[in-house]
């Protein structure tokens, strides 16, 4: 068998190959795994799995793994990377105690982003997006989901939209862009959510006509959207032929999860503030719980994603950086992973089921995204690891060695001169 690139001597090889569908309940604890391993690929797309010399593979290039951790590449489904500006002059006033709704409530937070993007050119704009998807990719992620939600406004709407999309083709990683018009209500227009709402509404056609998002979202938020006013704007998106996902029961509990269930949004996300009932309609659909503890430890909140809730529920449960400028200022979804060991007590086995598989299923990637198998492309990351229990174990650093993207070599950390 003739390969363009062997990995070999792969101490565990994590194929994420369970079958059809995101894994849910307790298959979550289950994880497909092949010690002592090897995998190849042409052409950029997997030729061969299995066990160390049971095949004679040919090779250009033979890489000896030296028993490391070898992965499907990681999939981020929740981030708001295409943003103008920082946010960090806002945490004189988290420390003074500000939560994030009285910083939004006083026109800062999403409005303080809002002012920077509108301020920033496209290409501006592209060029700080670039340097967000490269660190993303330096930690393992190789397909990410790009929100907008920073115009509120016809034209920076677009404009970020547009950034997405261009760098859909000119960029190594698979960016799924989602609409997020819907993300606060400006300020001229307070006290008339409807007209707001009709207006991100109206730009739709446009939207699904220049192909700039596949998915449509809303914040679902005390002070921002009702989930009644949620409901009607995702089903209006739908008849447009769009994919949804929302923003649920972030901070305060709406019943947001119940609703998203209940008009089969491909994702509900955050579900901090999901009811017994949200958790229980979730194990009853096909709705992927999407869980952001980076955000509820970045906001300081006590309660975090009643997760190991939703698994026993027999949800489907994936996990997301929710990478922005305010609520959780990190690409880092390692670390995520970490949080969620610790305060969702979720298992290493649940947690790189939650950050792979059932992630590309959140955003509609299932059969090209987070797992290995012959036929797919080889998005491939080996581990300066042993094994998969160690990354979310030994925490805040970057375990990544290197990341194959489409079969080609685009991130190498294992080259050091410490002479
Ligand atoms: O604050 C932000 O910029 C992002 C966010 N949207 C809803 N929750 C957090
Ligand atoms: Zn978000």
């Known amino acids: 068998m003739k390969a363009d690139i062997l990995l070999t001597n792969i101490g565990q090889l994590v194929t994420m190959d369970h079958g059809d569908g995101p894994v849910r309940g307790k298959e979550m604890n289950v994880l497909p795994v092949i010690e002592n391993a090897e995998i190849a690929w042409k052409d950029g797309q997997i030729i061969y799995i299995g066990q160390m010399n049971e095949t004679k593979i040919d090779a250009n290039e033979v890489i000896d793994c030296q028993g490391k951790l070898v992965t499907p590449g990681l999939v981020d489904p929740h981030t708001h990377v295409v943003f103008g500006g920082s946010r960090e002059h806002e945490v004189s006033l988290k420390l003074q105690g500000a ?4 910083i939004l409530e006083m026109g800062g937070g999403i409005h303080s982003t809002v002012s920077q993007t509108k301020l920033a050119t496209h290409e501006e704009l592209k060029q700080k997006t670039i ?51 819907a993300h606060a209500v400006p300020k001229d227009y307070k006290g008339n959510e409807e007209a707001f709402l009709e207006k991100m509404l109206s730009l739709l056609d446009q939207i699904k006509e220049e192909e700039l998002a596949e998915f449509v979202d809303i914040f679902a938020e005390t002070g921002v959207f009702s989930v009644e006013q949620s409901r009607e704007f995702l089903l209006k998106a739908k008849e447009k032929g769009f994919l949804v996902k929302i923003h649920a029961d972030e901070i305060d509990p709406l019943g947001g999860t119940e609703m998203a269930t209940e008009i089969g949004a491909t994702s509900a996300d955050h579900l901090c503030g999901a009811s017994s009932k949200g958790v229980e309609m979730l194990g009853d659909s096909n709705t992927i719980a999407v869980i952001l503890p980076g955000t509820t430890f970045y906001l300081n909140k006590p309660e975090f994603a009643p997760a190991r809730a939703m ?16 609520s959780c200022p990190t690409e880092n979804l390692q670390l995520i992973m970490t949080i969620a060991m610790l305060k969702l007590k979720m298992t290493p086995e649940e947690i790189w089921n939650a950050v792979t598989i059932n992630s590309s299923y959140a955003i509609n990637r299932g059969e090209q995204a987070g797992k290995l198998k012959v036929g797919r492309k080889a998005d491939v990351v080996i581990w300066n690891a042993p094994n998969y229990t160690y990354v979310p174990y030994h925490f805040g650093v970057n375990h990544v060695e290197s990341v194959f993207k489409n079969g080609k070599l685009v991130v190498n950390r294992g080259v050091f001169d410490v002479s």
């Open 99 to 102: 939560s994030y709704l009285e």
């Open 131 to 181: 340097q967000h998807l490269n660190r993303m990719l330096s930690y393992g992620v190789t397909t990410v989901e790009a929100k907008s939600g920073y115009g509120l406004d016809e034209e920076t709407e677009f404009k970020q939209l547009k950034v997405a999309k261009e760098l859909q083709s000119e960029h190594v990683m698979d960016i799924v862009s989602t609409f997020l018009g």
């Open 311 to 326: 698994i026993d529920q027999n949800a489907a449960v994936s996990l997301a950086t929710d990478f922005n400028p305010g």
